[in-house]
């Protein structure tokens, strides 16, 4: 059960922080729409410090815990460097990302956000079925 427990609380902090963003700011917390306003120059300091605060969550978890979080990678970097291409794409043709719409939009009750997380969840379904026949 301890394996669960980092996913468990950091998705609680996630969206914690969504809900007083929303509450305190009336901004939807979507990464891929921060990231992009901040990349465009639109210079917005709940923005910049969201995506800091995101950045610097393993170091903090490294600081409670003792140890950094285990991430093992075994795409190569051109697989990671294609699919990073896809998501920016796919956030932008899906008019947001998982965050935007799987937290905050599926809690507003969007019919938009709950087609673009049933969307998400079957391709990556799919992917994960698909790369699993391949191996």
């Known amino acids: 059960m301890s394996v669960f427990w980092p996913p468990l609380l950091g998705g609680m902090l996630l969206g914690l922080s969504a809900v007083l963003l929303l509450i305190g700011n009336g901004k939807v917390a ?16 709940e923005s910049a410090v969201f995506l800091i605060g995101l950045l610097l969550g393993p170091a903090l978890y490294a600081l409670i815990v003792g140890a950094w979080p285990a ?14 291409l896809l998501v920016g794409f796919g956030t932008r043709m899906g008019s947001g ?36 026949i391949l191996r």
């Open 30 to 45: 979507g990464i891929s729409g921060m990231a992009g306003r901040l990349l465009q120059g639109q210079r917005r300091a």
């Open 71 to 84: 991430v093992t990678i075994v795409a190569s970097w051109p697989v990671i460097v294609i699919a990073g």
């Open 97 to 132: 990302c998982t965050s935007g719409h799987g937290i905050i939009g599926l809690a507003r009750l969007s019919r938009r956000s709950l087609a673009a997380t049933a969307t998400f969840l079957v391709c990556g379904v799919l992917t994960a079925s698909l790369m699993g």
